[in-house]
Each structure stands twice: as C-alpha cells, then as structure tokens.
C-alpha cells in the first residue's frame, strides 16, 4: 500500500544531480584542456620547424641564429594567437653543419594547474647551395 506522501523518492534525482555535477564539470574541463595542451603542442611545433628553416635557409651563422629566434616568436604569435604563452625560441648551431630550435611554452589554461609546459626541438642540416655542374 502507498502511503499519501510517495515512495520515499522523492528529490532522488535532485540530489544525484548536485552529487554528479562537479564530476562532470571536471571531465569537461579536463577534455577542453587537452585539445588546449594538444594545440599548443602543434603551435610549437610549427614554431620549430619555422625557426629552424629559417636557421637553414640563412646559412646558419650567428645573424641568422638570431633572426631565426626573432622569427621563431612572431610567428608563435601569428600562428597561435595565445593558444602558447610565454613563448621562448632558441636556436643554437649544432656543429658546422646543423642547426636545432627548441621552441617552450605553456598551453593556455582553463584549470589552475592543469595546463602542462610543450617543448618541441627540431634539428637539420644547413642549406648549402650547389651549382650545377
């Protein structure tokens, strides 16, 4: 037999929504702040490998070293907007005939704490030109 007042239910649900609701604003923001950290992972990434055909291409002496870096930021900026912040280019000779830029940052974060640093490193040869014989 049913009592007037209901079968002890009622409000279940109500409560089982404020119990799950932070739990679900945390696998939220949690998958947002990957693609963000994978984003800026990719931002980086473009990042080196700009700077170092940059490197490259200008024969990979200390002017050229530098212009990489100055260009290696710009183009963090231009390409990721601010999807990578505090931005650090470094492009360094490797031998006489190498050069690598190592580009880090920090991905934009939603969550305190939760955002990881990205380091991306690309390393090639100098551009050398050669004549046909």
């Known amino acids: 037999m ?3 007042l209901g079968d002890g239910t009622r409000g279940a649900s109500s409560i ?3 119990l799950y609701t932070p739990v679900l604003f945390l696998v939220i923001f949690s998958i947002v702040q990957f693609g963000l950290s994978w984003h800026a992972n990719q931002v980086a ?6 700077a170092a055909r940059v490197a ?3 024969g990979g002496g200390p002017d050229a070293l530098s212009l990489a870096e100055t260009h290696g930021e710009e183009y ?7 999807a990578l912040q505090n931005v650090n280019v ?3 000779a ?11 940052g920090e991905a934009l974060e939603i969550v305190e704490g ?12 100098i551009e050398e030109f050669r004549p046909d014989l």
Not at 76 to 82: E, F, L, P, R, S
Not at 94 to 104: E, I, L, S
Not at 115 to 122: F, I, L, T
């Open 90 to 92: 470094t492009v360094v």
């Open 16 to 18: 089982e929504l404020a």
């Open 56 to 58: 490259r291409v200008q």
């Open 76 to 82: 963090a900026q231009a390409v990721g907007g601010n």
């Open 114 to 125: 939760l955002a990881p640093q990205v380091q991306q490193v690309v390393q090639g040869p």
């Open 45 to 50: 990434s473009a990042t080196a490998r700009e």
């Open 2 to 4: 049913r009592s007037r």
């Open 94 to 104: 490797v031998g006489t005939d190498q050069v690598r830029a190592t580009v880090t």
